[in-house]
């Protein structure tokens, strides 16, 4: 069979260069477990010498980054302006983040400190294979089977499902990933169509209100950022078809969750699948069994048999996982050498 839709991304290669003589230091924050593992195998063929510490980078430990010009940090911890001022006072020129996003640092403050930050990139088809199956658990009516087989209750559900050749899903954000996810969706015979204020991929490209108009499913790939915090409003809410799925793998904030709530509640949206909330921070990566979810609209949604979350999980593969942490560090060492993107 000839393959006729856009064409394949290629995979992410973050290969090392001669280390220097001597490995220069580099503080690895935020870093997990899983993480630290790689970070060891990998940091010398980069020239670097890690301190690595679990904990999210804060003013309190600022002086594991002293003597140091680079520092890798996590996503899990929003980084304060009084951490980044301080991260400057002591010479920290260069962040590097283990992740696509950058939301939870401000950039404009970095740089008016002098200090450059940029991001990672890794697998995309981690976080697409990981949208289909969210598209799919949705559009199937997953959540609701599975808890009525969880309570023995083996009849036919209430809902039938579709299929995807039937649909039309729009595509919120065609980079890497909205365009992995777009590739996927074509082998399963569905048709997209696309909004991203900078197209780039050979997609059927339609004004966002048009796009939310005509889609049986919404997934949204943007990045956060000013011009992207709710623009799913409760107005564009408004304008999804009857019966319309949300979907997001990329940021809580891009959708207005009580909004969203209200949809869902009146019927008007058959159902979502989120692996970011609004206000996850926190909560997201924290094991709450005993103790307080601080947030109602996530409680809200997760009540619902028509809503699946997942707790901003969708990248981690053990692929990606080593995408960056080998991208993070070879960052680190092209900032150092003087090669760096920025
Ligand atoms: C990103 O890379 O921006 C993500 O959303 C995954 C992150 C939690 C590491």
């Known amino acids: 069979m000839t393959y006729c839709g856009p064409a394949r991304i290629e995979p992410v290669r973050h290969p090392p260069r001669p280390a220097p003589p001597r490995p220069v230091g580099v503080t690895i924050y935020g870093c997990q477990a899983d993480e630290a ?11 670097l010498a890690p301190i690595i510490t679990e904990a999210g980078v804060t003013e309190a430990n600022v002086d594991l980054a002293v003597g140091n010009r680079c520092i890798s940090i996590g ?14 006072q002591i010479g920290v020129k260069y962040i590097s983040t283990r992740s696509v996003g950058y939301n939870h640092i401000d950039l404009r403050y970095a740089r008016s400190l002098g200090i450059t930050v940029e991001n990672v990139a890794y697998s995309p088809d981690s976080v697409a294979d990981f949208t289909l199956m969210l598209i799919l658990m949705a559009v199937r009516n997953a959540r609701s089977i599975v808890q009525r087989v969880d309570g023995h209750d083996y009849g036919l559900p209430d809902r039938r499902g579709r299929e995807l050749r039937d649909l039309t899903v729009g595509i919120v954000g065609t980079g890497r990933i909205g365009t992995a996810v777009m590739i996927r969706l074509h082998g399963f015979g569905a048709r997209t169509v696309a909004y991203d204020p900078r197209p780039r991929t050979d997609a059927e490209y339609v004004p ?5 108009g005509m889609s049986d499913v919404v997934t949204l790939h943007v990045p956060l950022d000013e011009g992207s915090h709710h623009l799913l409003d409760r107005r564009r809410i408004g304008l999804m078809k009857p019966g319309a799925i949300l979907v997001n793998t990329a940021r809580g904030g891009i959708v207005d969750t009580s909004a969203l709530l209200s949809s869902l509640e009146t019927g008007r949206l058959a159902g979502a699948a ?17 103790g307080p979810v601080p947030n109602q609209n996530l409680l809200q949604l997760q009540a619902r048999p028509d809503v699946v979350i997942t707790p901003h999980t969708a990248y981690y593969t053990d692929r990606s996982l080593s995408d960056m942490v080998a991208g993070s560090l070879a960052n680190c060492s092209a900032y150092e050498e003087g090669r760096h993107r920025g």
């Open 37 to 47: 593992t790689l970070v060891l195998r990998l940091a010398s063929s980069y020239g």
């Open 75 to 88: 996503h899990r911890t929003p980084v304060r302006n009084y951490t980044l001022l301080a991260l400057s």
């Open 208 to 212: 966002l209100d048009e796009l939310v």
């Open 274 to 290: 989120l692996d970011v909330v609004e206000g996850e921070d926190g909560i997201f990566y924290t094991d709450c069994r005993n």
